[in-house]
Structures are given as structure tokens and as C-alpha cells.
């Protein structure tokens, strides 16, 4: 009898032992312990996983929108289609040259190129080389408003899908890719000078966004002048665009007041519920 007791007290604490490893686990991520109810890992380790998760999506985007951006055309583009028109002409090389570019007494640096990745990157070249156009008769194509370095970096781009950026170029190969339509160009222009912007430049890329219909970074400069009204008349820049281009202070007002009505909306919502 004692030896029965005894062996059921010892299976008594195993059994409070083994309750007690169920209730409390490692995270497989971090190796701290959780609440059994949680199941794989902790909470901080889910959400920064969540997080990484987005991210990781948002670069698989990225590269999708970079390769359909370098992918050549293809005779079996047409087929693949049901069209029944012959394939496109075969394009021989071009060259570009920038208007900005040269000294005195010098001719300018030409800016070599092949025409069959022009018609397939931009369709404003597609325009200029599929046509009987001077383009197309003379193989030279002037680009008016932009220094060599602006046009070999557009070029480039054209065939890498990158490109090195400051912000004097990224704005120069903005306004490249908004006059030939190279929409995947001007995004990445676009996201870097939002990475860039900040007070002290955000009138002048608000006023640059609105010339070159770039909402992305329209759309962030603005939220950032309507956060800081209280400082915008004090700015040089401010009394600047007053003269120049009054349209664009009347807008960063009325984008102020409506996001005063909506704020205002919000707290009326909030004291209600």
C-alpha cells in the first residue's frame, strides 16, 4: 500500500511538471517563452514577421514592374496575340544628342543607342522611329532642355533599370521620362525624392511635382507644407511662388483648410462615440 501511494504522489508531480511545460513555450523565432494559447511564436516576433512580410511583397513587386519594364519585344509577341500583321520593321542604331552639351567651338557628345529598345521602352520614341519622321530618315535624335550626363543616365536606364541618383538628377530624368513616357523612370524618380524630401525643400519639389504631374511626390510634399502652415510665410520660398505661380498657394491653402474640416470632423466623431 505505501508503495502505491507513493508511486501516484510521484505521478502526481509529473503530471503538474508536464501542465506546467503546456502552458508556458518557446518562440521558435526568439526562443523566449509564451503563453501556450499563442501558437508558434510570441506576439513581437508575428508582428515584426507581418511587417518583413509586406516588405518582401512590396520588393517582389518591384522587381515584377523592373522585368516587365526590361522585357524585349518579341515577333512572338504577335502570334502569341492572334494578330496577323507581319512583325516590325528591324531597327538599326540611333544616336542622341543633348542640346545642353557642349562648349563653344566643340561638338557635342553623342549619346549612342539602338532603336529596337527605344520603340520598346518609351512610346514617344515608338512614335518618332516607326514613322517617316526626321528621327527615323536622319537616325539622330535631338533632346532639347538636358546636359549630356542627364541623357547618357536616361539612356542607360533604358537598358538597366537603374540608374545613379542624386537629387538634381533624379529630377532631370523625371522630366525625361515624363516627355517620353517611361513611366517605370519617372516611379523610381518619383520614390527617390520622397525619400528626400523634407522642409527646407518641400515648397520647391511641391512646385516641381505640379509642373511634371508627379502626384507621388505632389502628394507627400503637400501633406508636409499643410503640417507646418505656421512656418510657410516666413519662407523665401513661399514669397517666391506668390509671385510666380499664386494657383499653387491657393491650392496648399484650400488643401489646408480641408484637412482642418476633416480633423475637426474626426474629433466631433470621436467626442460623440
Not at 244 to 270: F, G, M, W
Amino acid at each position: 500500500m505505501r508503495r502505491h501511494r507513493s508511486n501516484q504522489v510521484i505521478r502526481s508531480e509529473s503530471d503538474t511538471e508536464s501542465d506546467t511545460d503546456a502552458e508556458t513555450m518557446k518562440c521558435i523565432s526568439c526562443k523566449e517563452e509564451y503563453g501556450s494559447r499563442d501558437a508558434g511564436t510570441c506576439k513581437e516576433c508575428y508582428e515584426e514577421a507581418s511587417e518583413t512580410e509586406e516588405e518582401l511583397k512590396r520588393e517582389i513587386e518591384d522587381l515584377k514592374a523592373k522585368v516587365a519594364f526590361l522585357r524585349f519585344w518579341s515577333p512572338l509577341d504577335h502570334a502569341h496575340r492572334g494578330s496577323t500583321t507581319t512583325p516590325g520593321p528591324f531597327f538599326s542604331d540611333v544616336v542622341l544628342i543633348a542640346s545642353d552639351d557642349g562648349s563653344p567651338g566643340f561638338p557635342p557628345v553623342l549619346v549612342p543607342a539602338n532603336k529596337a529598345v527605344l520603340v520598346n521602352r518609351s512610346p514617344v520614341f515608338k512614335a518618332m522611329l516607326e514613322n517617316e519622321m526626321e528621327e527615323s530618315r536622319s537616325g539622330t535624335i535631338k533632346v532639347s532642355d538636358v546636359s549630356y550626363d542627364a541623357l547618357r543616365a536616361f539612356v542607360n536606364y533604358l537598358y538597366t533599370a537603374e540608374a545613379c541618383l542624386d537629387e538634381q538628377m533624379a529630377c532631370d530624368l523625371l522630366v525625361l521620362a515624363e516627355k517620353y513616357q517611361v513611366k517605370h523612370l519617372k516611379g523610381y524618380c518619383e520614390k527617390f525624392l520622397v525619400s528626400k524630401l523634407n522642409w527646407d525643400n518641400s515648397l520647391m519639389s511641391y512646385a516641381f511635382a505640379h509642373q511634371h504631374n508627379a502626384k507621388l511626390v505632389l502628394d507627400a510634399a503637400l501633406c508636409l507644407i499643410t503640417d507646418n502652415m505656421d512656418k510657410l510665410t516666413k519662407r523665401e520660398e513661399y514669397i517666391e511662388l506668390v509671385e510666380k505661380d499664386p494657383r499653387l498657394v491657393v491650392e496648399i491653402y484650400e488643401a489646408y483648410l480641408s484637412k482642418q474640416v476633416n480633423t475637426a470632423a474626426h474629433k466631433d466623431c470621436s467626442m460623440k462615440s
